[in-house]
Structures are given as structure tokens and as C-alpha cells.
Nanobody, 124 residues
Framework: QVQLVESGGGLVQAGGSLRLSCAAS????????MGWFRQAPGKEREFVAA????????NYADSVKGRFTIARDNAKNTVYLQMSSLKPEDTGVYYC?????????????????WGQGTQVTVSS
């Protein structure tokens, strides 16, 4: 079992940066591929970024490529999302999640553990 707690959200002006952290507890964290998703008001939860259990491979939504970077430190049981050049459309609640074994990268239903989320608001 994996417990996830996100932090680092806040209010930032367009063009600014934030770093989100996701602290995990549980013995199996280092064996899990991890992802970040976000949900804006009135919209469905959408994929943002993912990283394999070893950190050797990453994936990004087209809307954040070149601006966001996902990383992990298995020794600290933590996943990060570095966000730069933020835009108002990046506003939403950001969630980290642990992917099921053999789950698909981009689909929320294939992730079985979720944090409570952290709010990111980008003002124009």
C-alpha cells in the first residue's frame, strides 16, 4: 500500500515557477511508476507527467512539454514536479498518483493510489 501527500502549491503570477512535492510512504514506492495529474474547475482530471519506477523514463502532456519536469528520489520516497513558465491555464488541483502494475501511463483509472491534491493558481 502507498500513501501520498502533495505539497508546494500556491498562487503565482504568469511566467513564474513552482515545485510540487509528493511524499510517499509504504514499502512499494520504489517499485511504482508515478504520475502527476491536474483538474481544473468544471473539467475532467487530465494527465500532466509520469515517471518510471527507476526514473529512467518520463512522459509529458503536450501542453506542458518544455515547461514542466518530473523527477523522483527513491531514497527520499518523493516525486517532484518542477513547473516553469506557468500560464493561467495551468491553474488547478494537482494530484500525484501511483500507477497499477501494467497500467497505462495517461489514464487516471490505471492509477490506484492518489494524494489529496495541492492547489496551483496562476494569475494573469
Amino acid at each position: 500500500q502507498v500513501q501520498l501527500v502533495e505539497s508546494g502549491g500556491g498562487l503565482v503570477q504568469a511566467g513564474g515557477s513552482l515545485r510540487l512535492s509528493c511524499a510517499a510512504s509504504g514499502r512499494t514506492f520504489s517499485n511504482r511508476h508515478m504520475g502527476w495529474f491536474r483538474q481544473a474547475p468544471g473539467k475532467e482530471r487530465e494527465f500532466v507527467a509520469a515517471i518510471t519506477y527507476s526514473g529512467g523514463s518520463t512522459n509529458y502532456a503536450d501542453s506542458v512539454k518544455g515547461r514542466f519536469t518530473i523527477a523522483r528520489d527513491n531514497a527520499k520516497n518523493t516525486v517532484y514536479l518542477q513547473m516553469s513558465s506557468l500560464k493561467p491555464e495551468d491553474t488547478g488541483v494537482y494530484y500525484c498518483a501511483a500507477r497499477r502494475l501494467n497500467g497505462r501511463t495517461y489514464y487516471p483509472d490505471d492509477y490506484d493510489y492518489w494524494g489529496q491534491g495541492t492547489q496551483v493558481t496562476v494569475s494573469s
